[in-house]
């Protein structure tokens, strides 16, 4: 039976460190995931059901001028998008010790190496990190994992990151 125990519990920690069920735990700067904040997920699905139910209610079982019909297409397809975008594996940031992986749609893609990144440029709560003139990758300070990111740059020393100057522009940005 200990065995059995065993056998289960290795399987679920190989599990959670391949899946990367716990993402970002403690001050982990070797291992990141920035992701898209769950809130966006349940703001579309909040707005897909308000919109749908407008235009349900806009029809009332008539005929509704086209003008009405693309307007609350647009925004239902919005509503769509951000929940999409939600999902794991979408879109997501990984550093793994010094290589940095972008996953769209479940495909990982290697965009660069910590090491070689030479500067960062945050500005309206977007960070935007550079190897030479060439944009490696841009993220929000709304994301999930954005401030251990922010700290590994700033342990680099990357030029123009500074978890400060990010919490600064936080701050700013919510007022």
Known sequence: MQYV???????????????????NEGD????IHVTQPRGMMILGI?????FLACWYFAAGG?????LIDFIFGILVGLCIVCIVGCLPGV???E????????????????I????????AKMKNGNLTAYEGDRKVFRTEDSCIGY???????????????????????AKRYQD
């Open 5 to 23: 125990t065993e056998e289960v519990t290795r399987d679920a920690m190989n599990h959670i460190s391949q899946n990367g069920s716990s993402h």
């Open 28 to 31: 982990n700067l070797q291992h």
């Open 46 to 50: 909040a707005g897909l059901i308000f």
């Open 62 to 66: 008539e005929d509704t001028p086209l």
């Open 91 to 93: 879109w997501e940031l």
């Open 95 to 110: 550093v793994d010790d010094d290589d940095i992986y972008s996953i769209r749609f479940k495909k990982k893609k290697a």
């Open 112 to 119: 660069g190496k910590i090491s070689t990144l030479t500067s």
């Open 147 to 169: 401030e251990l990111l922010v700290k590994r740059l700033e342990k680099e020393h990357v030029k123009g990151a500074s978890l400060r100057e990010a919490k600064k522009q």
